[in-house]
C-alpha cells in the first residue's frame, strides 16, 4: 500500500481508501484499497473500492485522488493511468453504486474521462492527484503538477459540475517567495496538493515534494483570495517541512465541519530483498488533527479517538526502565535535558529521544539501525520554540514510530527490530515524568 486517498464521512463512518498492489509489496497493478471506522481507532477491511479497466484510461492503474458527496453520491475523483503516460494522467470519475450503503463496498466507474489531460500551453510534464474542496459556496479542485522547465505548480480546476472541468488558472508555483523559503527549489513537481480550512478562518496547503522520487512534505498557511480573471490563488504567510522525519509521505486530508484530520503513508526504509521476505510493503499513520498557530505555523496533534486504543491501565507511570510493547502510546514531559531510550540493541546502542527544553530541539538519534534511503540514518532533529518545558507524545506499532513535539513538530521514521534488539524504556533527566499505555486495538 502507498498513498491514502479519499478519507470521506458518510452516515457517521470514516472511510478510508489507499493505493494498494493486492498481488505483491512493490509499486505497480495499483488499485484503491478500502477501510472503514466509526471511530478512527478500529477498522474494518472491504473489498478493493477501484481496479484498472482494459482498455480504459486507467487500464495500467488507479492512482491517487480523493471521494466527494455528489449530490448524495459518494464519488470518487482519481488520477487514472494508461499504458503510455509518461508523467500525465487523467481525471476520473467513479460513483458509490448504494449510496445508501454506509460501507460504500461497490463502485461503479465512469468509462470517459472528465480531463483526459493538462491544459494545453503550460508545458506541463506531470499531472496527477486531484483534489476537490469547496470555496465560498462553489466546489473547485487542484492538481499536482510539474512543468518541464523544472516548476512544480498546482493547477486549479473549476468543477461545481463534476461532469464539466473548466481551467482556472494555476493556484501556486514554486516562483512564489514563501514557497521557495519554505521547500528550497530541489521540487520540480508537487504530488497530492490537499487544502484544509482551520476553525480560525485560516487555509492550510499541504504539498508532497517531488524531485524525480517521492521526497518529503511541505506545508504552507495562508488564505485563498479570488483573482481578476475568475479563479483563485493562494496568498502564503508561512511554511516549512511538514513532517520532520524521511518516512512520510503523500498524506490526505478530511475536511470535517469543526477540524481537519489528515493521514499519511510511511514507506518501508529497508532492503527490497527484505520487503520481499517479509511479503507487505507500506503502512498509513495514525489520524492528526491539523491547525495553525497564531504566528502562522501548524500545529499538528494525534486524533484525541486514538486514546480509545489504549489499555484501561498505564504499563508505567515513572521513569523505568520498563519492557515496551509491541504497540504502545508515551507521554514524556521534561524540563531539563532528558534521554528517553525506546530500544537497545546488543552492542549498546539505542534509539533514544534526546529533548532539550532551553535549546527547544527534539533529537531522534536511530543511528545505529540501517535505513535504506538516500538520507540514511543520521539523527533527525525537529526545532520548536524554546521554553521551560516540552513534553514529547510517541506512538510506536511494530517498526512505525511517529513522535509529536507538543503540536510543534512531528517526526515519522521506521525503525526495523532486529534479532537481539530489546524493546526497553529508559528515561534519564531530572524530574522527567513518564506515562506509557500498551495499545490494545
Known sequence: MNDPNGPFRWRGRHHLFYQHN???????????????STDLAHWEHHPIALAPTPDSPDEAGCWSGCVVDDDGVPTAVYTGIDRTHAGLGALCLARAADPDDETLTEWHTLPEPVVSGPPAGLDVVMFRDPFVFRFEGRRWALVGAGHADGTPSVLLYDCQDLADWRFAGVLLDGNDPRALDAFGDK????????????????????????????????????????????GLRFEARAGGRLDQGRDFYAPAV??????????????????EAEVLDAGWAGVLTAPRVVDVR?????????APELQLLRAAEPFVTAPGPAGLPDAYDLTVTAGSPTTVALLRAASGAEVALRLDPADGTLTLDRSAWPRVGREGSAPVVARI??????????????????VFAGDHAMITERVYRRPGDVPELSVTGAGATVTGWELVP
Do not use: F, K
Open 254 to 271: 478530511l475536511q470535517e465541519e469543526d477540524r481537519a484530520l489528515l493521514w499519511g503513508w510511511s514507506w518501508e526504509s529497508r532492503g
Open 385 to 402: 520554540p524554546a521554553g521551560e518545558e516540552m513534553t514529547v507524545r510517541v506512538l510506536v506499532d511494530g517498526s512505525l514510530y511517529e
Open 187 to 230: 521540487a520540480v513537481g508537487w504530488e497530492c496538493p490537499q487544502l484544509a480550512a482551520t476553525p480560525g478562518g485560516e487555509w492550510v496547503l499541504v504539498l508532497s515534494l517531488w524531485d524525480g522520487d517521492p521526497h518529503s512534505t511541505g506545508y504552507l498557511t495562508g488564505s485563498l483570495i479570488p483573482s481578476r480573471e475568475g
Open 22 to 36: 493486492p498481488d505483491a509489496p512493490v509499486h505497480a497493478n495499483v488499485h484503491w484499497g478500502h477501510a472503514s
Open 294 to 302: 497564531a504566528d502562522g505555523t501548524l500545529s499538528v496533534v494525534p
